[in-house]
Nanobody, 122 residues
């Protein structure tokens, strides 16, 4: 599975962005997908994840109520809608795929996209 993350950019605090994770290769619909983010000097942390069918989702407490993850298996794409962005959301965002259940731990993901930068200004 090859993953391509896109949609990052510069946004004012309180604004919105939608990230996309487009997949190619093996059957994307057989993989759970997670979004992680990494700020400068910090470790990569879980943001949101979605199960194979899209029926199960998981969010970090810091983004609950503001971010929504969804998937369109017909388009081999997973989305992360980010609303009410805060300065602390600024990071490089990565999407990743796992053949198992969605996990908050990066080690369980086999495939990673290249990352897309989200910059939030005040």
């Amino acid at each position: 599975v090859q993953l391509q993350a896109s949609g990052g950019g510069l946004v004012l605090a309180g604004g919105s962005l939608r990230l996309s994770c487009a997949a190619s290769g093996r059957t994307f619909s057989s993989y759970g997908v997670g979004w992680f983010r990494q700020a400068p000097g910090k470790e990569r942390v879980f943001v949101a994840g979605i199960g194979i069918s899209g029926g199960s989702t998981k969010y970090a407490d810091s983004v609950k109520g503001r971010f929504t993850i969804s998937r369109d298996n017909a388009k081999n794409t997973v989305y992360l809608q980010m609303n009410d962005l805060k300065l602390e959301d600024m990071a490089v965002y990565y999407c990743a795929a796992t053949p198992g259940d969605v996990s908050t731990t990066p080690i369980w993901y086999d495939y990673w996209g290249q990352g897309t930068l989200v910059t939030v200004s005040s």
